[in-house]
């Protein structure tokens, strides 16, 4: 088994690419759905009209994902968010959130490889996801480091706050939008920062990449509002009205997204940040 599995996974992960990409020239020859008909007819959220939100009530299952956390919140997953089948996660993030299938099929099939269970008949908790360099990793932009804050699943206000503060772009109507710079230099500063504070810091290339692929949802399927943004990561709230950012009749392909993700991971300067912290440091005080 130990030669099959990583063959079988690189034949599947050939699939999905492949597939992926077969959707990137669906979205190109189709018209993007019309705006306020982007959550499927019929579909929790159609025409902005999400569940009632919920705050989580003691005993609830949450994780480090405030998109998953928001979906159990307006009870799209199971409330207590205990015992979903990863099918039904890929069914609903693609619903909800306009994430092409392969995505949709991807991510929660890695979730259930990590949990070492069955991608078609097992299930999962939500605090499941919050397994210690599987998915979840250091120096998250809404979250303490597992290290110091053992449940990741309540985002770290502060953290938050100064991220929702540090958004430098504006739409044509003025409204507050977080950029890709926005973010390359808020993660520059959590990945020094969470290094300085934790002596079990650890944050591997892949999961540098896992980093910027989360936080690039907020530029993408949020497309940068930092409204909607501030609902999602505080409350973990989807906004009523709300619909995803991407038009795309088959959704947000892996290909797409990744143009994103690596422009955001490219504009991580560790050094920099560090640099201004050290002019800082050496600046005499104010009188
Ligand atoms: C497909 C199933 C998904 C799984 C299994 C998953 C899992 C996770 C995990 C484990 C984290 C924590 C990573 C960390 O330590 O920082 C995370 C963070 C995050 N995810 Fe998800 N997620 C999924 C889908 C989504 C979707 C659809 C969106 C957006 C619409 C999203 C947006 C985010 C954001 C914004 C973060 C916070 C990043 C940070 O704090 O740095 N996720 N996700």
Redesign the pocket.
């Known amino acids: 088994m130990f030669l099959v599995t990583p063959v079988l996974r690189g034949i599947q992960n050939l699939f999905v690419f492949t597939w992926d990409f077969g959707l990137v020239l669906v979205n190109i020859i189709t018209p993007n759905r019309k705006v306020g008909h982007v959550t499927p007819e019929g579909a929790p959220g159609a025409g902005g009209k999400w569940p009632e939100y919920v705050p989580p009530k003691e005993g609830d299952s949450r994780?480090?994902?405030?998109?998953?956390n928001a979906m159990a919140n307006h009870g799209i997953l199971p409330h207590d968010g205990k015992n979903i089948k990863f099918t039904e996660?890929?069914e609903k993030?693609r619903a909800?959130?306009n994430?092409a299938p392969s995505?949709?099929f991807f991510?929660?099939n890695?979730?259930a490889n990590m949990l070492k269970r069955n991608y078609k008949k097992d299930t999962f908790d939500l605090a499941d996801?919050?397994l210690h360099n599987?998915?979840?990793?250091?120096a998250?932009?809404?979250?303490e480091d597992s290290a110091l804050v053992p449940d990741?699943g309540k985002p770290h206000l502060p953290f938050v706050r100064e991220l929702l503060a540090s958004a430098s772009g504006k739409d044509k109507d003025g409204n507050a939008l977080l950029t890709a710079k926005d973010l390359s230099e808020y993660s520059a500063k959590?990945r020094v920062d969470a290094k300085a504070t934790n002596p079990d810091f650890t944050l591997d290339l892949p999961h540098k990449m896992?980093?910027s692929s989360?936080?690039s949802?907020?530029l993408t399927?949020?497309g940068g509002r930092i409204d909607d943004i501030e609902s999602?990561?505080v409350d973990e709230r989807i906004p009523d009205g709300w619909e995803s950012r991407i038009r795309k009749r088959m959704g947000l392909t892996f290909a797409s997204f990744n143009l994103t993700v690596f422009k955001v991971e490219r504009g991580i300067d560790e050094k920099k940040y560090k640099a201004k912290l050290a002019a800082e440091a050496a600046a005499p005080p104010a009188p």
């Open positions: 994780c480090s994902c405030p998109a998953l996660l890929s993030i909800t959130y994430f995505f949709c991510v929660p890695f979730s996801l919050d599987g998915i979840e990793h250091d998250s932009l809404t979250r990741q959590r896992f980093g989360n936080s949802t907020m399927i949020f999602i990561l």
